[in-house]
């Protein structure tokens, strides 16, 4: 059974950066897609950013252009860059996975079988 755990969050100052990452315990083998959700305090998860095993990538429409989500293979770990952090970024952010690389419902985390313990991200106006 895969494993997943992030780390990286922390603090910010509004306009500040942090960048989480998500490292699997062993490779995991294609059909595949990772993805980054978020949920504030009495909200709802959302999804924030999906990558899939075939490089290409989708944003939810909010963090289109301040957020950046990457891979590395060999390291086995996912990478949610964040820049030009609002207050309303303030969740606790978690990465996932699915065994499929279908685009649709890619940022649903219904759709999502193995999840990590989660990072606080704090941005502070």
């Known amino acids: 059974q895969v494993q997943l755990q992030e780390s990286g969050g922390g603090s910010a100052p509004s306009g500040g950066s942090l960048r989480l990452s998500c490292a699997a315990s062993e490779i995991i083998y294609a059909p595949v897609s990772i993805a980054w959700f978020r949920q504030a305090p009495g909200k709802e998860r959302e999804g924030v950013a999906v990558?899939?095993?075939?490089?290409?990538?989708a944003y939810a429409g909010s963090m289109k252009g301040r957020f950046t989500i990457s891979q590395d293979k060999v390291k086995k770990t996912v990478y949610l860059q964040m820049n030009s952090l609002k207050p309303e970024d303030t969740a606790t952010y978690y990465c996932?996975?699915?065994?499929?690389?279908?685009?649709?419902?890619?940022?649903?985390?219904?759709?999502?079988?193995?999840w990590g313990q989660g990072t606080q991200v704090t941005v502070s106006s």
């Open positions: 990558i899939f095993d075939d490089d290409d990538m």
């Open positions: 996932a996975r699915r065994p499929s690389r279908a685009h649709a419902g890619s940022l649903d985390p219904v759709a999502y079988t193995t």
